[in-house]
C-alpha cells in the first residue's frame, strides 16, 4: 500500500474537499519521482496538499487538462512529452516559459487565470551553484544538444552571467536556430561535435536524448580537464552513458540530473504555495549523496 501511494500519488493531509490538489502529467509517468519529492515537500513545510502522478497520451491531453482544471486542481507539473503542447493551454506565460517555448508548471491563480511556468532552467542553475558551488559568472559553457531541454535552460544559464555559451549538435542547423533566437541574451555560437576538439570548457552539460536510448555520441574527449565539470540532465540509479565517458575521459567533476530535478520541483512549489522548501534534506537521499542509504535510494527510485 505504502508503495503504491509513493508511485501513484499521496494526500499530503486530511482527505477533505479542503485538501489542493496537484499533480504531475506525463506519458509515460509511473516511473516519476515527482509524487515522493513533492511529499516530502509538503510534510517538511506543513503545507495540506495531495499530488498525484497522472498518465495522459498525447492525443488526450487538452481534453485532460480541462478536466482536470474543472475538478478544481491548482497546479501541475508537465513532462515528457507535453511541455511544448501545454503552452497552448495557458491562459498566460511566465516570460521563462515564453522565452524556453516550453512550459513544465501550471499555475491555477486565485482568480482562475491559468499560467504556464518554466522551471527547469532556475532548477538547474540552483543545483549548479547552491548544491555544487559551482561558480558561473564569467566561465566557458558547452552544451551537447539543440532539442527543447537545451532551450529550456539557455535563458537561466545567461542570467548567471557566463564568458559564453557554445551549442554542439549532431544537426548543426538546429543549434544555429537556437543561437538566432538567444543572441540577444550574450555570447553563443553553434558547431557540431567533430569541431569541438582542442578547445576547453568550464562547463559540459548533455542535454542530448541518446543516453535515454543507451546511445553514446561522438563527443571528443579532448574538451574535457580536470577544471571541467560535466552534468547530464538525465539521471538514473547507475551513472548515465554521458557519466560514464566524462570520467574515463579525466572529467574534473561529475554530476547527474538528480538535484535540478529537486530544484525546479522546489521553484514549483514555491510558485503553488509561497513556500520554499529546504530541498537539502531531499538531496540528501538522492543515488549518489553521502547520506544516501539504499533505503532511501530507493524511496526515490
Ligand atoms: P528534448 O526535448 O529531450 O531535448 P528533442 O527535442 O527530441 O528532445 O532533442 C533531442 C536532442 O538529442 C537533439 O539535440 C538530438 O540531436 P538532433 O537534433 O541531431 O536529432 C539529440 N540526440 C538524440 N539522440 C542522439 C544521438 N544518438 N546522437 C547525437 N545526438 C542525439
Known sequence: MEKDKAVRGFSGGRDSIMTDRYGVIGHPIAHSKSPVIHRLFADMTGQDLSYDAIDIPPEELSSRVQQLLAEGFRGLNVTVPHKAEVVKLASRLSSRAELAGAV?????????????DNTDGIGLVNDLRRNLRTRLAGTRILILGAGGA???IIPALFDTKPRDVMIANRTVDRAQTLVQDFRMLGKISACKFQELGGQAFNLVINATSAGLRGEMPPFPGSILGPETLCYDLSYAMQDTPFVKWAKENGAGRVAQGW???????????????????????VIARLPGSPGATDTMKMRLA
Open 259 to 281: 538535484g535540478m530535478l529537486v530544484e525546479q520541483a522546489a521553484e514549483s512549489f514555491y510558485a503553488w504555495r509561497g513556500v520554499r522548501p529546504d530541498t537539502r534534506p
Open 150 to 152: 537545451t532551450r529550456g
Open 104 to 116: 513544465n508548471t501550471l499555475i491555477v491563480h486565485a482568480d482562475g487565470v491559468v499560467e504556464g
